[in-house]
């Protein structure tokens, strides 16, 4: 039997209430002004979350030397992050039962909750996995499309389910090839018509799509009028742009897809997300060593789970994004996405995970304090104004 008391600010989808939780034995019993003696008690700079959810990271199985389920899962919890979401873009991709199933069988016993996404690609067929990721052009790994023409036969099997996409048009991508640098060989339009594409696949085949990792003004207004997609905003779209790159240590490494995009685009991420519009926070983490990044053709993506709740404290505090939209896309949004109904929340029955930031103590991000196994992050150098002070899985205080 373990038992303990936290008290202090509790976010919730009504806001922030000072309130005192009893966990017990992994679950939160009771939520309220309950009067009792608190094992850990927290002062107004705080705020208690239900633990982060992460629906898009990369843990490479299958590619050990950049990052493993462990690694990956303690830089969660690093982050704050308490369930996530691994990417089939693996070696052996997992795509139908078999694949799918040895998969699972390589997943760790760790306190970060980990589900998987199922690939959909060139050939694949729906198999009753709860949810796909769709590459619609050519990324990191061997599952992709060469056009959206060849992507929708593919996707026109799967109504009824739901699937991430990776939304950038292959020909458009094609078309831009040899331009002078990372972000114009994919430009915006690329991006925007993919998405158009998507929308039109929800109508025609009933499908539950869900936009990967959003990054252009453009693409935004194709969603922002409808209520049967949600999309995916990431750390780096956020804080990162063509212009600002240059001012941070790590701006060099900053190649990603879809690449980093012009100052508007970032403003308009941002104001979507302070007005509510956004569904998830989720980090595209995607692992490589700082060797395979300092390469004369170095691979795209950059780790950011170690710094989720850092990032966040940015958000809430810099950029005045409200608790309960922060409470929307990295707690419920996320439990919801990925049909977990005892996580995203702190009431009676939920599991007893919590993360608690620290709005008044600032926090500087080094290389010697990450966990990820690459051992480097694009916010090195970078001071944030607050930092992650506490996280419990299953009732059990684990940072
Ligand atoms: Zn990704």
């Excluded at 039997?1 to 009893?22: A, D, F």
């Excluded at 979507?272 to 990044?293: C, I, M, Q, V, Y």
């Amino acid at each position: 039997m373990s038992r303990s008391v936290l008290e202090g600010p509790v976010v919730g989808s009504e806001g922030v209430k000072v309130e005192q939780l009893v966990l017990e034995n992994g679950r939160v019993t009771q939520r309220g002004d309950l009067g009792l003696k608190a094992d850990h008690q927290w002062s107004q700079d705080c705020l208690l979350f239900p633990g982060f959810g992460d629906i898009h990271v990369h843990l490479r199985e299958g590619q050990e030397y950049k990052e493993d389920f462990h690694t990956g899962s303690e830089a969660a919890l690093n982050g704050g992050v308490t369930f996530c979401c691994d990417m089939p873009n693996n070696p052996t991709p997992p795509l139908d039962q078999d694949t799918f199933s040895a998969k699972v069988a390589k997943l760790p016993d760790h306190p970060v909750h980990i589900e998987l996404y199922a690939a959909l690609g060139p050939g694949t067929r729906p198999f009753g996995c709860r949810r796909y990721k769709g590459f619609l052009a050519h990324s990191t790994g061997p599952l992709y499309f060469e056009s959206l023409l060849e992507a929708r036969e593919v996707v026109k099997e799967y109504g009824g389910c739901r699937i991430t996409f990776h939304c950038e048009d292959p020909v458009i991508l094609e078309g831009a090839k040899g331009a002078p640098n990372h972000e114009e060989s994919r430009p915006a339009q690329a991006e925007a018509e993919a998405v158009r594409h998507v929308l039109r696949w929800v109508e025609e085949f009933g499908i539950i799509a869900n936009v990967a990792h959003l990054s252009t003004e453009a693409a935004l207004r194709e969603v922002y009028e409808r209520t049967d997609v949600t999309f995916e905003l990431t750390p780096h779209h956020l804080f990162f742009d063509v212009e600002n790159r240059n001012r941070f240590e790590r701006g060099k490494l900053l190649k990603m897809n879809p690449p980093l995009r012009r100052p508007s685009d970032r403003k308009a991420l941002l104001k979507s997300l302070k007005e509510g519009r956004a569904n998830f926070l989720a980090t595209d983490h995607a692992p490589h060593t700082l060797e395979e990044k300092l390469s004369g053709s170095p691979p795209s993506g950059v780790p950011l789970l170690d710094t989720y709740g850092a990032f966040v404290t940015w958000l809430l505090k810099t950029e005045g994004v409200s608790p309960q939209i922060v409470h929307q896309v990295c707690c419920s949004g996320p439990a919801q996405f990925l049909e977990l109904p005892d996580r995203g929340h702190l009431s009676p029955g939920a599991r007893a995970d919590v993360t608690v930031l620290n709005l008044a103590r600032p926090h500087t991000v080094k290389r010697e304090q990450l966990a990820t196994k690459c051992g480097w992050s694009p916010f090195e150098g970078v001071t944030f104004p607050g930092s992650v002070e506490a996280v419990f899985v299953g009732g059990e205080k684990v940072r």
